[in-house]
């Protein structure tokens, strides 16, 4: 094997990151029938969701901000202000998510990662089973990884 030479760099490049993540979409999109299959479809599309409370006062009581993509929910932040926690507005958020993600995008399943001081227990008793835990990431802290079956 003849060895080559490379010039390594470890600079932030937009220009480059949009390239290697098109380059990856087309390596992907050949490798796999089911992103191939999706490809063209509205469902290849990352659609924003984002659910907010506001109290009576206009403030912001509590929010989820996600996207679906691929009949999938994400999930990417959950938050409750701590003046209403324990009210069930965190249940609500979600749930009206999952509604607009099954109801109104056709989702079939949801996903989303929460670390051990947060709230995997909260996301249990929503239905959502642990598919994967890893520890000290970061050091120190698990990070657990959530789905649940929305049909």
Request: proline share 5%; charged share 30%.
């Amino acid at each position: 094997m003849v060895g080559r030479m490379f010039r390594i760099e470890t600079e932030v490049d937009k220009e480059r990151r949009d390239l290697l993540r098109a380059r990856l979409l087309e390596t992907n999109t050949a490798a796999s029938p089911v992103l191939r299959a999706l490809r063209g479809t509205p469902r290849e599309r990352e659609v924003p969701l984002q659910i907010w409370a506001l109290d009576e006062t206009g403030e912001l009581a509590g929010g989820l901000v996600g996207h679906t993509w691929a009949d999938w929910l994400h999930v990417t932040y959950l938050w409750v202000d701590g003046r209403h926690r324990g009210t069930g507005l965190g249940s609500r958020l979600l749930a009206e998510a999952e509604r607009v993600a099954r109801d109104e995008r056709d989702c079939v399943a949801a996903r989303l990662e929460t670390w051990d001081f947060q709230a995997p227990d909260f996301y249990k008793k929503q239905g959502y089973e642990v598919v994967c835990v890893i520890p000290d990431y970061p050091p120190g802290v698990t990070e657990y990884t959530l789905t649940k079956n929305l049909e």
